[in-house]
Antibody, heavy 121, light 109 residues
């Protein structure tokens, strides 16, 4: 079964850090780009970051550039998002999403169920 | 990185057809044939509906169709059914990033 399972969310104080993980199974992980997409409570989808199949290309939304770092470990079929200097506006459900191509160009054909990040003092 | 523009809401009766527009710019929708559409029911993960503007993944009903003209993409749902009531999002590649639309709430009357 094709599956994406996110973990690592929780309650964190402003300015602190958190690392999200996404475990992939059921497909050849290193054939595809991957993304993080978030959704604040009651709001729409916001693309956060994307990484190509071989990590050569990593792109970020302006809202997180310089604070978040995306990475992947193809040997472990895993995706990561290191989030530093967290702000209240980073509060959201964070989805891991598979791209349908090796390049991170969008076209998210598989989604996890998300992990909730709450930034509050 | 401004969001693509979608109507906040649309509605239709069962059996009817509706169209949701998605307006971008010459830097995103207008430059790339990489527009995708997603359906999201409350409390659920988004579902992949359309890619490359008009292509339908296997398993997606042929009641869903997509098109693009210039800087505007569109999603049409024909033969509306109660289960189509959901939020719909467009998405476009834009060079070194990806942009979503603000979302459209579809109400089936």
């Amino acid at each position: 079964e094709v599956q994406l399972v996110e973990s690592g969310g929780g309650l964190v104080q402003p300015g602190r850090s958190l690392r999200l993980s996404c475990a992939a199974s059921g497909f050849t992980f290193d054939d595809y780009a991957m993304h993080w997409v978030r959704q604040a409570p009651g709001k729409g989808l916001e693309w956060v970051s994307g990484i190509s199949w071989n990590s050569d290309t990593i792109d970020y939304a302006d809202s997180v550039k310089g604070r978040f770092t995306m990475s992947r470990d193809n040997a472990k079929n895993s995706l990561y998002l290191q989030m530093n200097s967290l702000r209240a506006e980073d509060t959201a459900l964070y989805f891991c999403a598979k791209d349908m191509s090796p390049g991170a160009v969008g076209g998210f054909d598989m989604w996890g169920q998300g992990t909730m990040v709450t930034v509050s003092s | 990185q401004s969001a693509l523009t979608q109507p906040a809401s649309v509605s239709g009766s069962p059996g009817q057809s509706i169209t949701i527009s998605c307006t971008g710019t010459s830097s995103d929708v207008g430059s790339y044939n990489l527009v995708s559409w997603y359906q999201q029911h409350p409390g659920k993960a988004p579902k992949f509906l359309i890619y490359e503007g008009s292509e339908r993944p296997s398993g997606v009903s042929n009641r869903f169709s997509g098109s693009k003209s210039g800087n505007t993409a569109s999603l049409t749902i024909s033969g509306l059914q109660a289960e189509d009531e959901a939020d719909y999002y467009c998405c476009s590649y834009a060079g070194n990033h990806v942009i979503f639309g603000g979302g459209t709430k579809l109400t089936v009357l």
